[in-house]
């Protein structure tokens, strides 16, 4: 099992969309949402993903190929 700190942008077209959903389903890993902010033109998410390595992987990788911006983040979170 792996966990990573990530900083995900929604773009407008898919702030609407179900992509953590898809990202569970899809992927096997679990997203423990720490904080976001949401409008109808873009999103963001600070997230822990966990999972086996390679499903975390294939996430990220599958998020940025649908056009989420994936920033992972070094610096622990706060509350």
Not at 14 to 39: E, H, Y
Not at 45 to 61: N, P, Y
Request: charged share 25%; glycine share 10%.
């Amino acid at each position: 099992m792996t966990g990573v700190r990530v900083r995900l942008t929604f773009p407008a077209d898919l702030v609407r969309q179900p992509i953590l959903g898809q990202l569970v389903r899809r992927f096997d890993v679990l997203p423990n949402i720490r904080r976001a902010d949401v409008s109808e033109e873009t999103g963001w998410i600070v997230c822990e993903l966990d999972g086996g390595t390679d499903a975390v992987e294939a996430a990220l990788g599958w998020l940025a190929e649908i056009g989420v911006d994936v920033n992972r983040l070094e610096h622990p979170l706060e509350g």
